[in-house]
């Protein structure tokens, strides 16, 4: 019985096999039915289905098997680039692209003032600049090969003084020498050109084409901001464990069954068009300023075949118009196949943002744990606008018990959690973030956002986390994709300095943030703003600070009475002190009614103090935020204090003093020696000499001491704050020092305490700074609302004195009880 199951069980199966696969040869597929609405099938609603259109590039569309045929893609990778840094092209960037994953590899700002001088050049680096080459950093035979030349840059407006060469260097030349210096690196010309400054010209030696060599004169420019840059490339900023990695890299997220993994950049059997070399194509444009570069990477049916899907096609293309901060993307999946597939991409962040003052500046955050240099920001209309600390995202990567990735929202999130208004880093004074296509609100068209690390979390020092490299991802709904239908997406790329009307714009304007006392912060931005009509940020400072100070006049004058009065109460604590040596809370007592008798208030001198708080707090964050003060100079006339939102950096030690004091990020002091909060303590420790009472015991001395040696504390904290709060800082010192003498001129030359009063033989009621009416005691007044002040008669109501107890002889004995019958 056993064996004729077994032998039908296999001739079943046997028939079977043949019969599906004559099926599959001799029968004709069935029509495709219509993919299911998303809402239908439970998906994310997908990016726009649409048909694919047959160009020029596609050299096999005509052909039955092309989805078979192998696919040719470029050896070496190309680079080109968007915008110019000419400022005659109108152009405000320069972005660089790299058809290795056709992701973005730089961006720099190059927006003119009106002197024709860059708005936003780097702070960090004083030397003259050549231009962006994206060469091999490691060493090479002869030179450095020039791999991109940027519009507008030195290198190529540089000047041929060889017969026969056309002006500027092109992609291919290699540098061999500087002002005949010979350089093998890309290390080698920057340490060349370490020691230029912006208006030098330097003589270029070119090898072109292994032809002779030929020369060039380049007239240095200043370094652009580059706010998007490659990790290896950040110079003195460049922290182990950032990964190089370009930006805004397109993916497979999903093919058939398969999707990438979590904590994977991809699928895992497909090979990751992030990774390979793309066809480029220079599109024409109807606007002829505007430029569009486009992208296209072909994987073959045997490539996707071991992912469980068909042949597929991606497309990207990149727009840039001139005086936009804005780049326009297109993003897009072509099904090549002849049966409808799954299909859903993954779009790679930004990563690499601008790491300037990172050992320095402390961005604001309303997050308690604080902020890194770099944050990721998003919005989305169920939560708002939104701050993700780069220190917790490294925190969790560093925890094994929780994922690498931080999970903004998931597939099966309420749909208004979905509906991104921006998602992007952010740094001080700069954001680079995905806004919707122009006349739309959200980007509504991924099911799930990821903030991540571009980064090796184990690797990070732990002195230079603040540097740590943060970006994202998203991942598209999921579309059935129709054979010979594509998933699209059309997006935007924001990369620009936060200006309040730049960002009201495009909707960033959550990403300004002063924090508390924001009010105070704004108010002193907008005046300084008004006052720098002066010519120069510093000098609009102190005129700010004297505006405070005068109109704080009234209330230091009461202060500078006040302490006149305490130096004349000073005789009488130092005897209070003396009687009650062993008893503080009866000396306490005691000079509370010294102070009561005589009416005096000590925290009266306290409350411009209070005020001046605000004005500290909001200035400091004014120069934080605000990027008008960002590279704002001291004077015109020299290189010093360059950016007052920066310390003033007088010298370089970082060269020669230990780690632990002068190291980027691991020092107390910093590279460099600040001479601002030098003077700064020094005018501190002036007022406390000047001003401070006399000691009237040992204790008194000991705090006066104690606040001698807290400001100097104060100093090694305060000395890499910012040179504009520094100019602050000492014109209030001196303001007040010059204030302090001229009042003292104006105080009251007679005693402002009777001896009588001090002594407190009578009782001081009402009068002004000079005295008042000298009355007798009295006893205390039978009226409801009793004697004495209304602080008195406040105190005895909370604390009522209780009635003293009756002597024996006054107390009544009780009536005995009368026994009842």
């Known amino acids: 019985m056993d064996r004729r199951f077994s032998s039908f069980l296999l001739a079943s199966t046997a028939f079977f096999l043949i019969y599906m696969s004559l099926r599959t040869m001799f029968v004709p597929p069935q029509p495709i039915a219509p993919p299911p609405e998303p809402e239908a099938a439970g998906l994310v609603e997908p990016a726009e289905v649409a048909q694919v259109t047959p160009d020029a590039t596609d050299t096999d569309a005509d052909s039955d098997d092309e989805s078979d045929a192998p696919v040719v893609r470029p050896e070496s990778p190309q680079w080109t680039t968007l915008g110019s840094m000419d400022p005659t092209s109108g152009h405000v960037l320069l972005v660089t692209l790299n058809s290795r994953g056709a992701g973005i590899e730089r961006i720099e700002v190059t927006e003119r003032k009106e002197n024709g001088r860059l708005k936003y050049r780097r702070v960090d680096v004083r030397s003259g600049y050549l231009g962006y080459f994206a060469a091999d950093p490691t060493e090479t035979a002869n030179g450095v090969v020039v791999n991109v030349v940027g519009p507008g840059t030195p290198a190529a407006n540089a000047v041929s003084k060889s017969s026969g060469t056309a002006n500027g260097l092109r992609a291919g030349d290699e540098i061999v020498a500087i002002n005949a210096t010979a350089v093998s690196n890309i290390t080698g010309l920057q340490n060349a050109l370490e020691d230029t400054k912006p208006g030098d010209v330097v003589t270029l030696d070119v090898i072109r084409d292994d032809g002779p060599v030929i020369q060039f004169d380049a007239t240095l420019s200043e370094h652009p901001l580059d706010l998007v840059r490659l990790a290896d490339t950040a ?314 100070r005068g109109a704080m006049f009234p209330l230091s004058r009461k202060a500078a009475v006040n302490a006149q009065r305490m130096q004349e109460l000073a005789p009488e604590l130092k005897k209070i002190s003396e009687q009650y040596k062993d008893d503080m809370e009866g000396r306490v007592r005691a000079q509370r009614e010294l102070q009561q008798r005589v009416g005096f208030n000590p925290m009266s001198g306290c409350l411009p103090m209070f005020l001046q708080l605000p004005i500290f707090i909001g200035l400091y964050r004014t120069l934080s935020v605000d990027i008008e003060l960002r590279q704002a100079a001291f004077s015109s006339w020299t290189s010093w204090a360059s950016n007052l939102a920066a310390p003033d950096m007088l010298y370089y030690w970082g060269d020669w003093m230990w780690d632990y004091m002068a190291g980027r990020g691991t020092g107390w002091l910093g ?136 002597l024996p002889r006054d107390r009544k004995r009780p009536k005995p009880n009368k026994k009842r019958n």
């Open 671 to 806: 590279p460099y020696f600040n001479i601002l909060p030098v003077i700064v303590m020094g005018l501190f420790l002036a007022q406390q000499k000047l001003f401070m009472p006399p000691a009237t015991d040992e204790q008194t001395a000991m705090t006066q001491k104690m606040m001698s040696y807290m400001t100097l504390i104060m100093g090694l904290f305060f000395f890499r704050v910012p040179a504009g709060l520094c100019i602050y800082f000492i014109t209030s010192s001196i303001w007040g020092i010059g204030e302090r003498i001229l009042v003292k001129k104006t105080l009251p030359k007679t005693p402002h305490f009777d001896k009588t009063v001090l002594e407190g033989k009578v009782n001081r009621r009402g009068g002004n700074d000079s005295g008042g009416d000298l009355v007798t005691p009295s006893k205390p007044s039978d009226s409801p609302n009793g004697g004495g002040s209304w602080a008195d008669r406040l105190r005895q109501r909370m604390n009522p004195e209780e009635p003293a107890a009756p």
């Open 235 to 548: 110079g003195d900023d460049q922290v182990p464990g950032n990964l190089s990695r370009l930006s805004s890299l397109l993916t497979v997220g999903k093919i058939g069954r398969r999707e990438i993994a979590p904590g994977e950049r991809s699928i895992a059997a497909l090979n990751d068009p992030s990774n390979l070399v793309w066809n480029v194509n220079n599109d024409d444009n109807a606007n002829a300023n505007s430029q569009t570069i486009s992208f296209d990477v072909q994987l073959s049916e045997k490539e996707v075949q071991a992912a469980g899907g068909h042949a597929i096609g991606l497309r990207r293309s990149y727009t840039l118009h001139p005086g936009s901060f804005v780049l326009d993307m297109d993003v897009q999946i072509d099904n090549r196949s002849d049966e409808s597939q799954q299909l859903a991409y993954r779009l790679e962040g930004i990563n690499g943002v601008t790491l300037e003052g990172w050992w320095y500046s402390n961005k604001i955050s309303p997050n308690w744990g604080g902020s890194a240099a770099r944050d990721l920001v998003y919005r989305t209309k169920a939560e708002g606008h939104e701050l993700v600390s780069g220190f917790g995202l490294l925190k969790r990567a560093r925890n094994d018990s929780v994922p690498d990735d931080q999970n903004l929202f998931a597939p099966d999130s309420q749909a208004p959690e979905r509906e991104l208004s921006y998602i992007g880093v952010d740094a001080q004074y700069f954001t680079v973030a995905y806004l919707p296509k122009e006349g739309e609100q959200t980007l509504n068209t991924f099911r799930r956002a990821i903030a991540t690390l571009a980064a090796s979390p184990s690797e990070i020092p732990k002195n230079k986390e603040r540097a740590v490299n943060t970006t994202f991802y998203l991942d598209s709904g999921v579309a059935e994709v129709p054979a010979g239908s594509s998933l699209k997406q059309s997006l935007r790329l924001f990369a620009g300095p936060k200006q309040p009307e730049l960002f009201t714009q495009y909707g960033l304007d959550d990403c300004i943030y002063y924090g508390w006392f924001s009010w105070p912060a704004k108010l002193l931005g907008k005046l300084l703003h008004v006052l720098s009509g002066v010519g120069n940020y510093a000098l609009a400072i102190f005129l700010l600070t004297v505006i405070v």
